[in-house]
């Protein structure tokens, strides 16, 4: 059997995804600061509002050497922020988002590499 050289995701960075995934849709993502806020409906009207939350999480989430998720609150605080602006223009993110945390990177290839 060949060995691939390839990486996967930590386990820490898995759970984190998965547990933000799950907050997104159950309606309970960014608490306290979506409480009240049915960005559910937001999101439904704009996919890339969705894209762009996720791609927040994505760039602000950091690990340490052995893929330990370190700061999974924090990028679930920067992803709720951008949602909570998107469904209520008079809210202001503090501090403001940064060029590299909104930054949506190239998708994957449509076919797969290996």
């Given at each position: 059997?060949?060995?691939?050289?390839?990486?996967?995701?930590?386990?820490?960075?898995?759970?984190?995804?998965?547990?933000?995934?799950?907050?997104?849709?159950?309606?309970?993502v960014g608490q306290p600061l979506l409480d009240g806020v049915d960005y559910r409906s937001c999101l439904s009207e704009e996919p890339s509002a969705l894209e762009q939350t996720y791609a927040i999480f994505a760039n602000v989430i950091e690990m340490d050497e052995e893929g330990t998720v370190l700061n999974a609150k924090h990028a679930e605080r920067r992803a709720a922020q951008y949602l909570r602006s998107y469904c209520d223009p008079s809210y202001q993110i503090e501090p403001p988002l940064e060029d590299w945390e909104v930054e949506l990177h190239e998708p994957p290839p449509r076919v797969d590499l290996v």
């Open positions: 059997m060949r060995q691939s050289a390839s990486k996967k995701l930590s386990p820490s960075f898995s759970g984190a995804l998965r547990t933000f995934s799950f907050w997104i849709a159950n309606g309970t």
